[in-house]
C-alpha cells in the first residue's frame, strides 16, 4: 500500500502561481511512476503531467505544456507540480497518483494504483 497526502491548494489569481506537494507513505517510493490528474465539477478526470521513476522523464498535457513543471525527491518521498500563468480554466480538484513504473504509459488514470484525496485549486479571472 502506498498513502499519498496532497497540499498547497488554495485560491490564487490568474497569472498566479501555487506549488503542490504530494506525500508518500508506505512502500518504496522511487519504485513508482508519479503523476498529477484534475477533475473540475461536471468534466471526468484529465492527465496532467506525470514523472517516472528517477525523474529523468516527465511528460505534460498540451493544455499546461510550458507553465506546469513536475519534479520530485525519492529522499523526501515527495512529488510536485509547480503551477506558473494559472488560467481560471486550470481550476480543479487535483489528485497525485503512483503507479508502479514498468515502462507503460503515464497518461491513463487506469495506470495507477494509488490515489491521494485531492487538493482544491481555484484561479479567480
Known amino acids: 500500500q502506498v498513502q499519498l497526502i496532497e497540499s498547497g491548494g488554495g485560491l490564487v489569481q490568474a497569472g498566479g502561481s501555487l506549488r503542490l506537494s504530494c506525500a508518500a507513505s508506505?512502500?518504496?517510493?522511487?519504485?513508482?511512476?508519479m503523476g498529477w490528474f484534475r477533475q473540475a465539477p461536471g468534466k471526468e478526470r484529465e492527465f496532467v503531467a506525470a514523472?517516472?521513476?528517477?525523474?529523468?522523464?516527465?511528460y505534460y498535457s498540451d493544455s499546461v505544456k510550458g507553465r506546469f513543471t513536475i519534479s520530485r525527491s525519492n529522499a523526501e518521498n515527495t512529488v510536485y507540480l509547480q503551477m506558473n500563468n494559472l488560467y481560471s480554466e486550470d481550476t480543479a480538484v487535483y489528485y497525485c497518483?503512483?503507479?508502479?513504473?514498468?515502462?507503460?504509459?503515464?497518461?491513463?488514470?487506469?495506470?495507477?494504483?494509488?490515489w491521494g484525496q485531492g487538493a482544491q485549486v481555484t484561479v479567480s479571472s
Open positions: 508506505g512502500r518504496t517510493f522511487s519504485n513508482y511512476k
Open positions: 497518483a503512483a503507479g508502479a513504473d514498468i515502462g507503460l504509459g503515464f497518461s491513463r488514470a487506469t495506470e495507477y494504483d494509488y
Open positions: 514523472i517516472n521513476w528517477s525523474g529523468g522523464s516527465t
